[in-house]
């Protein structure tokens, strides 16, 4: 019996590059060089598409304690598509009664964390509402 021998494949490129394709004449070397490039580039089109399309985090600071997160997913709605908005809360309870009979208060921390979809979006907001009211 035999013993069959693996081999990786190997593109044209690098058999080009170690010139041990010498049947093939200049212009079929040009036209695979050409053909890988265009390979090359279909890929990389694509992975800068994809990078796109990952959704992007922003740090919303200095928020009213009022601002809830329909009121910015409205805001960034302007800009883009907003995936979601979280706004950490912080609990605090009612001062002057005893703590078995007060009832917690929930209110903001002043920050909140809001995802769009793409940088496009994102840097749409960014333009738009830094350095404004709510």
């Known amino acids: 019996m035999s013993e069959q021998q693996i081999q990786k494949p190997v593109e044209a490129e690098?058999?080009?590059?170690?010139?041990?394709?010498?049947?093939?004449?200049?212009?079929?070397?040009?036209?695979?060089?050409?053909?890988n490039k265009k390979k090359k580039?279909?890929?990389?089109?694509?992975m800068e598409q994809e990078k796109d399309e990952i959704p992007v985090q922003l740090f919303v600071f200095n928020l009213?304690?009022?601002?809830?997160?329909?009121?910015?997913?409205?805001?960034?709605?302007?800009?883009?598509?907003?995936?979601?908005?979280?706004?950490?809360?912080?609990c605090s309870h009612n001062a002057g009664f005893s703590a078995q009979y007060a009832l917690p208060f929930s209110h903001n921390r002043g920050f909140a964390f809001v995802t769009m979809k793409n940088q496009h979006d994102t840097q749409a907001a960014l333009d738009t509402l830094n350095n404004s009211n709510f």
């Open 14 to 35: 690098d058999l080009i590059q170690q010139n041990t394709l010498p049947l093939l004449t200049a212009n079929q070397k040009k036209h695979l060089r050409k053909k």
């Open 41 to 46: 580039e279909k890929e990389n089109k694509l």
């Open 64 to 90: 009213e304690n009022y601002v809830s997160e329909d009121t910015i997913k409205h805001r960034f709605q302007e800009c883009g598509i907003v995936e979601s908005v979280y706004i950490p809360l912080s």
